[in-house]
């Protein structure tokens, strides 16, 4: 490089660092927010922080991606060990025990009432509360992205193999599925999306059963799973015999492959997150339409199900006039315009009842029949300490170990009650693992 | 001979020395060291409460059934891995070193997939042998009749993991073996085939003891590769799946430590990857090195 240009390019850089430390003093207070949102959410996301900006100038909201779910989580772990931790960090559901124990947050409840704000708790959907509530009923962190499963069907194979309506219980579901494959319209019958938060945890929530003692873990870290009761056995010897007779068929852990067996026409039927919706809208090429799980036929009162998705949660050791800012950020997402832009946009349940009635009342949902059917099933009745949610330590460890033995039941390598124990076993190994740590 | 560089003041070498030392200092023996000492910890992940637990790590892990077979695992995936990525890079390289045409542009393709990422190529592999959407799946292996399932048969699985971490690997190997090749001086090669060896002998006889430094150079590197590089593959491919038949050490260091936040348990397993990795290239220097002829 010449020396005249390589003194331009000093010059602009002075000018730069002029021009930022001159912005810096008429600055507002920086809140930083790191999330784990990508492509269309991320979009959406920035929409409702550019929103909060442009509302006031006192505060500046800054969302920095971090990456996958893990990802984010780790970032503001190695941040707050290094002193240099975001104001806010999004961490999924399965990381709320970890969050709750770590005595580095700053719980909602109690920043809400110190800051003034009066938030009528009861005006949110209760479920999706519940999940992020310490055991005394006091909010933890602020529900951001919150889903649950459901059922998605193919009408177009349903009304060639002479059904109509979606099934409501797991027996109609078995002979649904057998008149589809037997009348050879699909090959398989059903697939399912992240099999344990539907199979095991919303399975479970639906029938009013714990997965694990202590109230799901909500009353102390000594919780026990109790995953290989009787029902649930029952529930995979079911599923074992319909992937044996092609009524299910096994994708993956995930949601890539059962998503694509449903679009590409393998199976008829779907079980996976209200977030499919989009994808589907996109790539399905036939008619589809969306139903509540299935419940035993003995089942007269089906619980809710229960939520997936993230939080928000406030991380302490920051000035206290940034906790005013943050915490107006956060009443301002839960604004009835914020929620009805962020379920329209993205998919996801709008957190409070208010911005779920306009909704209503606009007609929304009579053109969009299957965005309000997560939102009825999580609502149908209030949530017992079955349903609120899940509270354990090493959750996504957890999840993996659950995952690993179902699979072991899947290639046949054990039974149900074998797989079951097996996974309450090991997964017991890891709670008593986590309690140890907690100490 | 070696010639001995003089240097005008006695603290030149170790200034010049000083960068590359640092930046060992800093990105390997620092977090090495931590490792260590993390080893030893019971901590929760925000490091607010821990505990000194002496070897409570280290003994948990291996009463833990779960481990050995993930050590099973690595073992043999990486002797798969290597042998595929080796013979496959040796076969390429015999064979290109004897093309007449378009040399450079044929050595230029082979050298091309170096340049793909791990997770990528892990990604393509996907495509071509998943069970649902995967080309050599759904057509030719319906017609053969095999039974081909990588999601939820973990011999599958660990095949296609295999497979895609040993293509990936082929090309290296390949630029080395026919630098190796090259450098075998043409006489001897002449001199065997006018002694009327043919082709093949020429190869085993001559060319492959002489390329026994390359070899061996290339076995440690790919051992390594196996052992710490892969992870982009698995992590893309199958995430240690199905049923922890794909959970290799180094994948399961990253599970329990950045997913399952058990920071203890995760710094123990790095600290026995890197005994074993250590004690394998001393072993593969103390033993395998013997048979390798150094000509010069």
């Known amino acids: ?439 | 001979m070696l010639k001995r560089s003089s240097f005008s003041s006695r603290f030149l070498p170790y200034l010049l020395i000083l960068p590359q030392l640092l930046i060992i200092l800093t990105f390997f023996y620092w977090p090495a060291a931590q490792a260590f000492f993390q080893s030893f910890m019971l901590s929760d992940p925000f490091g607010v409460r821990s505990q000194f637990v002496w070897l409570y790590n280290f003994r948990h892990l291996f009463e833990d059934p779960l481990y050995w077979k993930s050590i099973g695992i690595t073992f043999i995936f990486s002797f798969l891995t290597t042998m595929l990525s080796l013979s496959a890079g040796l076969l390429t390289a015999a064979l290109a070193n004897r093309v007449l045409k378009a040399k450079s542009a044929i050595r230029t393709f082979l050298i091309w997939p170096y340049a793909v990422a791990p997770a990528i190529s892990g990604v393509l592999w996907m495509f071509i042998f998943h069970p649902t959407f995967g080309i050599i799946s759904r057509l030719p292996m319906q017609w053969l009749g095999i039974t081909w399932n990588p999601i939820l048969n973990g011999n599958d699985a660990l095949f296609l993991v295999i497979i895609a971490s040993a293509w990936k690997q082929i090309s290296y190997n390949f630029v080395f073996f026919i630098a190796g090749l090259q450098s075998i001086p043409k006489s001897l090669i002449e001199a065997a085939a006018i002694d009327g060896a043919g082709p093949f002998r020429r190869f085993w006889t001559i060319s492959f003891p002489l390329l026994s430094p390359t070899l061996f150079f290339l076995m440690v590197m790919n051992v390594v590769y196996a052992f710490f590089e892969t992870f982009g593959i698995i992590h893309t491919v199958t995430q240690g799946g199905p049923g922890g038949a794909t959970m290799t050490m180094i994948y399961k260091v990253y599970r329990d430590g950045f997913v399952g936040l058990d920071l203890g348990s995760s710094a123990a397993q790095s600290v026995v990857l890197m005994i074993v990795i250590v004690a394998l290239t001393l072993f593969q220097f103390k033993y395998i090195e013997k048979k390798v002829q150094y000509a010069g």
Request: net charge neutral; charged share 20%; hydrophobic share 40%.
């Open chain 1, 1 to 439: 490089m010449k020396l005249r240009q390589l003194a331009a390019v000093f010059l602009v850089m002075g000018f730069g660092v002029m021009f930022m430390t001159s912005d810096l003093m008429a600055k507002p207070i920086e809140i930083q927010f790191w999330h784990a949102q990508t492509g269309a959410l991320e979009e959406s996301l920035k929409k409702i922080v550019n929103a909060f900006n442009q509302s006031q100038n006192k505060y500046v909201v800054i969302p920095v991606a971090k990456g996958s779910y893990s990802e984010t989580m780790n970032a503001g772990i190695a941040a707050f060990r290094s002193h240099n931790q975001p104001h806010i960090l999004q961490v999924y559901e399965v990381g709320t025990q970890t969050m709750m124990l770590s005595r580095a947050i700053y719980p909602v409840y109690d920043l809400m009432k110190d800051t003034g704000h009066h938030i009528d708790w009861n005006g949110y959907l209760q479920p999706v509360l519940s999940y992020y509530e310490a055991s005394n009923g006091e909010l933890q962190s602020m529900p951001f992205n919150s889903s649950t499963p459901i059922m998605y069907y193919n009408k177009d194979m349903f009304k060639k193999a002479g059904l109509n309506d979606p099934p409501k219980t797991w027996e109609d579901l078995g002979k649904a599925a057998a008149r589809l494959v037997a009348s050879g319209v699909v090959e398989y019958g059903m697939t399912s999306a992240w099999q344990t938060w539907v199979m095991i945890e919303n399975y479970s929530a639906i029938q009013n059963i714990p997965i694990a003692s202590e109230a799901n873990g909500f009353d102390g870290l000594d919780a026990r799973l109790t995953i290989n009761n009787p029902m649930l056995i029952h529930h995979f010897e079911r599923l074992k015999q319909w992937m044996n007779d092609k009524r299910f068929v096994y994708e993956e852990r995930e949601y890539k492959g059962p998503q694509a067996a449903f679009i590409s026409g393998k199976c008829a039927i779907l079980m996976d997150s209200i977030g499919a919706i989009g994808t589907l809208k996109h790539n399905a090429k036939f008619d589809w339409g969306a139903a509540p799980l299935p419940v035993e036929a003995s089942n007269k009162e089906p619980q809710n199900s229960i939520i997936g998705g993230a939080s928000l949660w406030v991380l302490k050791g920051h000035p206290k006039e940034d906790y005013q800012g943050i915490a107006d950020f956060l009443a301002f997402l839960a604004t009835e315009d914020m929620q009805i832009l962020w379920h329209k946009e993205t998919g996801y349940l709008p957190i409070t009842l208010k911005a779920y009635e306009k909704l209503k009342s606009s007609g929304y949902y009579q053109k969009y029949p299957a965005q309000e059917v997560g939102i009825l099933q999580l609502t149908r009745k209030a949530p017992t300490v079955n349903s609120r949610g899940i509270r354990l330590g090493s959750f996504p460890q957890i999840r993996d170990v659950m995952n690993e033995e179902i699979e072991m039941l899947w290639q046949g390598k054990r039974t149900a009650k074998q797989a079951l124990d097996d996974a309450a076993g090991r997964g017991n190994e890891l709670l008593r693992q986590f309690e140890k740590r907690s100490e």
